[in-house]
């Protein structure tokens, strides 16, 4: 597979086209950022363990019956992924509350909640991705009530999926933001599902395992990533 072209850069990754014009490579960097970029800063090897960590919860979708982007890890920091349209869409689903949800609603963070929450957020920076609802959703055009009811139906599979995953691992999903896309006239899951993308708790410490160590300066980031994938990939 040749590397092309830089297509895009983002926060996390960069996107670089090939030869095959449905295929593009996911280089994930270091990097990382919170508060919609107000926070910067570098995880060491952030990028390695975050490819290595998606690709498996990929697999592991896949083969479960989710159709994902995914189609091999092809080094360190790179991923092989069909190109899609993305649905500007960040898809966010609540196990237990925390972040924003507390903040927004006057929550404890890990109350449990008695039904999971899916939020949707339009994906635009200089919006500040703002919480919206299916009627925004199609006002603005972003999705069809058709493409709606498909991106509802996957990730309250995907949540059930990953949950039982995750409790297999010794780990808690409490949160996480999936994004789609349109390849070929069907919507597939894309993006990354890594530690920067999911809040996990350890079962029995609680102990933060996500991008949330890098938010509020707890330390040991790396560390806690490094954990996640040996747990993922043992
Ligand atoms: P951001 O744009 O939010 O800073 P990243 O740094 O993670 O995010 O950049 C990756 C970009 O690639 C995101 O905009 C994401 O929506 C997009 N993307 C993810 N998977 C695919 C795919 N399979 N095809 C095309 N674009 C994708
Ligand atoms: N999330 C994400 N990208 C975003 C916003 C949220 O991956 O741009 C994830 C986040 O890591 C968490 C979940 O979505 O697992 C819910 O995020 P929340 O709205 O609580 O984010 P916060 O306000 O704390 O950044």
Redesign the pocket.
Known sequence: MEKGARLYEGKAKILYATNDPDLVIQYFKDDAT??NAAKKGTVQEKGIMNNKISSKIFQFLEGHGIATHFVKMLSDREMLVRKVAIVPL?V?VRNKA????CRNYGLQEGTVLAHPVMEFSYKCDALN?PLINDYHVLALSLATQEEIDTIKKYTFQINEIMKQFFKNLNLELI???LEFGRYKGKIILADEISP????LWEIGTGKKMD?DRF?HDLGNIEEAYQEVLKRVTK
Do not use: Q, Y
């Not at 925390?98 to 949800?101: E, I």
């Open positions: 919170a508060f960040e966010i925390a972040g924003s949800l991705d949160d996480f933001k920067d993308t999911c809040r991008k938010r």
